[in-house]
């Protein structure tokens, strides 16, 4: 890298090799991944794919992609220790990540800009992409407005109610926000609309994947843009504790912040991966968003991968508290380091999420968003497990600001 | 039982296009798909796709999905699509099962194929599995001895519409346009061209479906191509009638429109 202060390298992006956590030219991991799409989309996949394939090689590109980052998302992103929050954590010492504190609020942003520099490569004009909680359609809306694109953005009816804030931002950033009113109307139902509309204009258009779930290449891709969180991370800890973490905490809806958070530290055999799906009002009240902890092997949305899913593959219809979770699918990686052991996967309830999204903010100042809360919630037990001496990384992925109609009803502000 | 061999050297012999019909099971009622899928037939369709309604249709346009959400809602499950194949294919049509993946994935490859062909199907036709990913379920259907129909599209390359018609039997589905399902207004132009470059990899029939609503569009469908598939238009007909029997009438009158377009 010519570029002095630059964060980003070439491995940062696409990692280091040799651990085997690639997918093949098929886009499989393992068993998992794959194109389960209509065949009028093959070529545009495929187009996807081999601009990524030479832009992640492309020096020009990575200085482009590390100076949006740098200049314009605010990384690097901090470390935070909360040693207030950890005391209810058995006294382990916690270390937030602060993707709360990128342009926008939230980790998405990363992939965004990673994507918006592919749909300019790929010479296409218009973006769309689907939103659950609104980040990664706001994230997606700023990029658009940076760098010109007419954007289009599907986003659940209920959805729309319960974040109606990041509604109105995404419109002043001068998208279009379409409300999807069928199935669930929320953000299965949101992709749904989304790949209509890129079958139908594919030939303008590059459907911005918001994460790493759907057909390959994104999966991959996605990983790769939001790789940054866990690489920065893994430095940063090294230089704040003199050694790697204990354990590595994520959300997991789609699986992006996980997947970036982990990611990196996927080589390190003695860092515990944990991720935290939404298990809403509890397993066996059966809403929740349990994915891979309660969920079969099924194709959702191109890939194969766990779903929530009846006895006749009919996906059954997720519940959280956080719009960003309430997905029925989850990335094929997922699926894969769930199989291999490499990670573990647990389920936090609405109560617990919001037991700690109150907590960080009475103890820390710091208001996360319900998404990340999940993996506070994780975190505190995985602290009670692992005893005062362990060190636990979480990623915050987002901020709560979005969250505030929630959090009024529910704790009766 | 009429296989889609014996359909299209018919068709063939007569100088004229196969009609295809869709109607998912389920819909407007499990019997009433039985009842409007017969009246199709008798009206001239030559072969019948039965629907396996799916959560996430996201190949199909607001009538289909409609329809879908409807036969989701009485309950449908497989074992009515099994009945409604069954039933239909009694009438003498070519019947087939379309579906998404999942469902035949979810329910085993081989237990589908099974039950389907015993049911009296001939065949699937599969819009989101790829040749890449289809190895498991031909292998499955060649078993069973039914057929299986992959789609090409206009966006399709040389090279994806050779893997894509390597792994057809019985015919290819040609989708006229970038697109869900659902009546246009006009047929897509390039979708005669796709015809063409379809047949210089195969000799199977080739169908075009996707947008076509109407009896002249029909009749100019059958002029380039071996079948015209119609769903939407059919399904817009039973939503819009005041009961089953008059939606059965109404979409029977056009499919009898239709059968004389392919006839043109």
Redesign the interface.
Known sequence: MANEGSILTAADLVGNGPHGDDPDMHGKFGLFGGRFVPEALIPALDEVAAVYEKAKNDAEFLREFDHLLRTYAGRPTTLTDVPRFGEQAGGARLVLKREDLTHTGAHKINNVLGQALITKRLGKKRVIAETGAGQHGVATATAAALLGLECVIYMGAVDCERQALNVARMKLLGATVVPVTNGSQTLKDAINEAFRDWVTNVDTTHYLFGTVAGPHPFPEMVRDFARIIGVEARRQMLELTGRLPDAVCAAVGGGSNAIGAFHAFIGDEGVQLHGYEAAGRGLHSGEHALTLTAGSVGVLHGARTYVLQDDEGQTIESHSISAGLDYPGVGPEHAWLKDSGRATYHGITDDEAMAAFSLLARTEGIIPAIESSHALAGALKLGRELGPEATILVNLSGRGDKDMGTAMKYFNL | MTTLQTVFAKAKADNRAALVGYLPAGFPSKDGAIAAAAALVEAGCDVIEIGLP??????D?PTI?DAV?RA?SNGT??ADVMRTVEGVAATGAATLVMTY???????GAERFARDLANAGGVGTIT????P??SEPWRAASAAAGIDTV????????EQ?IKA?VDCCTGFVYA?SL???TGARETVNTAAEGLVARTRAHTDLPVCLGLGVGTGAQAAEVAAYADGVIVGSAFIRRLLDAPDEAAGRESAAALARDMAKGVRR
């Open positions: 799916y959560s996430d249709p996201l190949l346009g999905q959400h989701l499950r497989i993946w999942n469902p035949i994935d979810r329910y819009p989101d599995l790829t890449e990913e992959f789609l090409v599209a206009p966006s399709s390359t994806r894509v989708a970038m697109g869900v």
